[in-house]
């Protein structure tokens, strides 16, 4: 019987493996950079946490299940709730602000397609401790330059207020309920399409409907923010974008102003951000993230909080689309022995190379000079043969790519092959 994986998720080759770390070392380091840590939190969480965030609504989307105790748990779909779960229980006393990173799987039940799978990686942050323009814009930046340190060029950050919009919903009576279903809306105005948003807005007058629309349309630069205060009257808001604007320009990031971001998710509360991949087809939104309230929702104090994710494995999509993956590390030493009589000398070469740091392999197939092709295939810079001149104390050492032997000292062999 075969066996095939489970529908969206993937196996990766060494080859992939090898170019997911290439990338992720290069990511770490800017969070590393920034005075982030890393933390981890588990796989699986009660189902209620997320619940909790999200409303029942939430659970189409979840991989949960009962466990043997009859517990209701959950894979994690992202990592903000755990880390503000881990955060109201352990670190509220910490120093602020706190500054976390973490990389870890997610999953989400989705239909698949590129880019979107059910078990993917996100590599993210949170500042907690202060939502001053500074944290904010430290927390685009940030995400900007981890995009650009795994080598993608095509990095559009779109920033946006919520206040702006809730402003105009305040102003106009929307109950707080229909103010969520109106900003899930106007996320997914590019899916349900313009229609759709605008009957729902009409309820409360074609006037309404007409200003909150030209709002959503407004996308630019600091000029169009004059515009947005004049639409909306949401002045602390939009002076609060000025300033994150003004700031964003010491991390070299022009950002987009564009009030349709207005984030699926119902803890956000404040400025939120995606940034976007023009190479990417439908799902080419590589990050996403804001200011949100989920501490006191955990049972937590209050605490200002603002954060990202970015989708690592869209990252890798969108390197291959702008031919800007990383080259692979090649170059192994491969030791071959000719004959039995020199295998255990082969054995003891490779272990001395390997224990001073060489990355060193030998023949496991007993092929003899047959392994010298495998050699080559698996990308070894030289081959070091072991055979009648070892008695001299001597070895053959042959660069696979020209092909030139030489004779070097058994004693000197590992100074020569770094
Ligand atoms: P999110 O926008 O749901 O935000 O996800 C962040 C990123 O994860 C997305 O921009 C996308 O690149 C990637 N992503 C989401 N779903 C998938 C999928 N099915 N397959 C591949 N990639 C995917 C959050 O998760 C928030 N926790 C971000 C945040 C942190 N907000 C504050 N702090």
């Known amino acids: 019987m075969e066996f095939s994986r489970p529908r969206g998720t993937r196996d990766f080759l060494p080859d992939d493996m090898e170019r997911r770390r290439i990338v992720e070392s290069r990511m770490r380091g800017t969070f590393e950079s920034y005075g982030y840590r890393e933390i981890?939190?588990?796989?699986?969480?009660?189902?209620?946490?997320?619940?909790?965030?999200s409303g029942e609504g939430i659970k189409k989307e979840l991989y949960n299940f009962k466990d043997k105790g009859d517990r209701d748990v959950?894979?994690?779909p992202e990592l903000t709730a755990p880390v503000m779960r881990f955060y109201v229980s352990?670190?509220?006393?910490?120093?602020k602000p706190i500054k976390l990173y973490y990389f870890g799987n997610c999953f989400r039940y989705e239909e698949p397609q590129s880019g979107r799978y059910r078990e993917f990686w996100q590599f993210g942050c949170e500042l907690l401790g202060t939502d001053n323009s500074e944290g904010e814009a430290e927390i685009i930046g940030l995400a900007m330059n981890a995009i650009r340190a795994a080598g993608s060029k095509h990095a559009d950050p779109r920033i946006s207020h919520l206040g702006v919009l809730r402003k105009m919903f305040a102003d106009?009576?929307?109950?707080?309920?229909?103010?969520?279903t109106l900003m899930r809306l106007i996320d997914k105005m590019d899916k349900v399409g313009e229609e759709t948003v605008r009957t729902e807005l009409e309820k409360y007058g074609e006037g309404f409907a007409v200003k909150v629309l030209d709002l959503v349309a407004l996308s630019g630069g600091v000029e169009t923010l004059d515009r947005a205060e004049a639409l909306s009257g949401a002045k602390d808001a939009v002076s609060k974008l000025r300033e994150i604007g003004h700031y964003l320009e010491f991390y070299g990031v022009k950002p987009t102003f564009d009030f349709s971001v207005a984030r699926g998710l119902d803890y956000y509360t404040g400025m939120v951000f995606e940034i976007y991949n023009d190479m990417l087809g439908a799902e080419k939104q590589?990050?996403?993230?804001?200011?949100?309230a989920l501490a006191e929702l955990f049972g937590g104090q209050p605490v200002s909080s603002t954060g990202f994710a970015i989708g690592f494995d869209r990252i890798l999509v969108a390197l291959e689309?702008?031919?800007a993956l990383p080259e692979l590390k090649k170059g192994c030493v491969f030791v071959v022995p000719i004959e039995e009589k020199r295998r255990s000398k082969a054995m003891e070469i490779v272990a001395k190379l390997r224990a001073s740091g060489i990355k060193a392999d030998v023949d496991l197939m007993r092929r003899g000079l047959k392994s010298l092709k495998y050699a080559d295939v698996i990308g070894a810079s030289k081959a070091l043969i072991i055979g009648d001149e070892i008695e001299q104390g001597k070895i053959t050492v042959k660069d696979l790519k020209t092909g030139e032997?030489?004779?070097?000292?058994?004693a000197q062999i590992a100074e020569y092959v770094k």
Do not use: N, S
């Not at 352990?90 to 120093?95: G, L, Y």
């Not at 106009?172 to 969520?180: A, C, F, L, T």
């Not at 590589?286 to 949100?292: A, D, L, R, S």
């Open 286 to 292: 590589v990050c996403g993230g804001g200011t949100y």
């Open 172 to 180: 106009d009576g929307v109950p707080h309920e229909e103010q969520r």
């Open 321 to 323: 689309k702008e031919e």
């Open 90 to 95: 352990d670190m509220q006393r910490m120093p």
């Open 40 to 53: 981890a939190t588990p796989t699986f969480e009660h189902l209620e946490l997320f619940i909790e965030r």
């Open 405 to 410: 032997q030489k004779q070097v000292e058994e």
């Open 74 to 76: 959950t894979l994690r």
